[in-house]
């Protein structure tokens, strides 16, 4: 379990975080999302050990993370990763085995065939995607207990990206690993993420059940014969109302079949509901928020 408690960082006397608390469970897959500059990549640093927090403590299995037995557990792939100029696919096997005894060359090999990736070329020559997929097949050798992926998804091709799902899910389902993600593609994250983490004003503004907070809001698009004033929906808990002429979109926190009534009483000639997703949910959030206005 990883456990961080009552965080806080700044950095030049800028504060990224503060009073930061959460927990990840053993076996759990947590979305990290936010706008840019939230502080997403300065907590996975922090997590990883890479920087030591101003203030709070980051427990991984009860141990502080600046423990190195407490590191070995952790695997962290940062969104652009350093190398030299000279760092081969070969070369970073090497290093990474100094660190992690137990990682598996015959994984590793795997993956470099699976992407088609030539060990002894110079990785300054790869693209970011190909940078990506290396580190990718690194982090699935080790098999970690704890996986750290900062913007996982950045420079991927489609296939690439669905192979990366495939592993990470055996590595859930079959290794027990842990993983925290932080993405921008949120759709992504809701396909395989079970829980989610949202920073805002450089703390944890929300989190909670990926599913369960998705459910708690619904859609609906509705027509009317003739166009319908805005106090109309004033007795709903609308979050969100966008009207053209006599069409109207609603997104209302509740359930749907609790609401479909009131929404009928308005006398709609049309009335459908529609799928809401985790991305809108996020913005929705931070459009609460003041943002994106």
């Known amino acids: 379990?990883?456990?961080?408690?009552?965080?806080?960082?700044?950095?030049?006397?800028?504060?990224?975080?503060?009073?930061?608390?959460l927990a990840l469970q053993e076996g759990s897959v947590m979305g990290l999302v936010g706008i840019n500059g939230a502080g997403k990549t300065t907590l996975l640093r922090l997590i990883s050990g890479v920087l030591t927090p101003k203030q709070g403590e980051i427990l991984?299995?009860?141990?502080?993370?600046?423990?190195?037995?407490?590191?070995?557990?952790?695997?962290?792939?940062?969104?652009?990763?350093?190398?030299?100029?000279?760092t081969t696919g070969e070369s970073l096997y090497k290093m990474y085995k100094v660190f992690y005894p137990q990682i598996d060359r015959a994984v590793f090999d795997r993956f470099l065939k699976e992407f088609a990736l030539d060990p002894k070329k110079p990785?300054?020559?790869?693209?970011?995607?190909?940078r990506r997929q290396l580190y990718i097949s690194l982090a699935l050798a080790v098999g970690p207990k704890y996986l750290?992926?900062?913007?996982?998804?950045?420079?991927?091709?489609?296939?690439?990206?669905h192979v990366f799902k495939r592993v990470l899910n055996e590595l859930v389902e079959e290794n027990g690993t842990s993983v925290i993600i932080s993405s921008h593609s949120l759709r992504e994250l809701e396909d395989f993420c079970d829980c989610y983490v949202l920073l805002d004003q450089m703390t944890v503004?929300?989190?909670?059940?990926?599913?369960?907070?998705?459910?708690?809001?619904?859609?609906?698009?509705?027509?009317?014969?003739?166009?319908?004033?805005?106090?109309?929906?004033?007795?709903?808990?609308v979050t969100s109302l966008e009207k053209s002429g006599r069409f109207v979109r609603v997104v209302l926190q509740?359930?749907?079949?609790?609401?479909?009534p009131q929404l009928q009483a308005l006398g709609p000639a049309?009335?459908?509901?529609?799928?809401?997703?985790?991305?809108?949910?996020?913005?929705?959030?931070?459009?609460k928020r003041g943002y994106l206005k």
């Open 123 to 130: 990785i300054r020559n790869f693209s970011k995607g190909m």
């Open 1 to 21: 379990m990883i456990e961080v408690k009552n965080l806080g960082h700044d950095i030049g006397g800028k504060i990224i975080l503060k009073n930061v608390s």
């Open 270 to 287: 049309v009335l459908e509901e529609m799928r809401m997703d985790f991305e809108e949910v996020f913005i929705h959030e931070v459009e």
């Open 60 to 86: 991984i299995d009860g141990q502080s993370v600046g423990e190195e037995e407490a590191r070995r557990a952790l695997f962290f792939l940062p969104d652009d990763p350093y190398f030299t100029i000279y």
């Open 148 to 161: 750290l992926l900062d913007e996982a998804f950045d420079g991927l091709d489609p296939l690439s990206r």
């Open 205 to 237: 503004s929300a989190s909670g059940d990926i599913d369960e907070t998705v459910n708690s809001f619904c859609k609906f698009q509705l027509a009317f014969p003739e166009e319908i004033p805005d106090e109309a929906f004033a007795h709903l808990p």
């Open 254 to 260: 509740g359930n749907a079949a609790e609401l479909l």
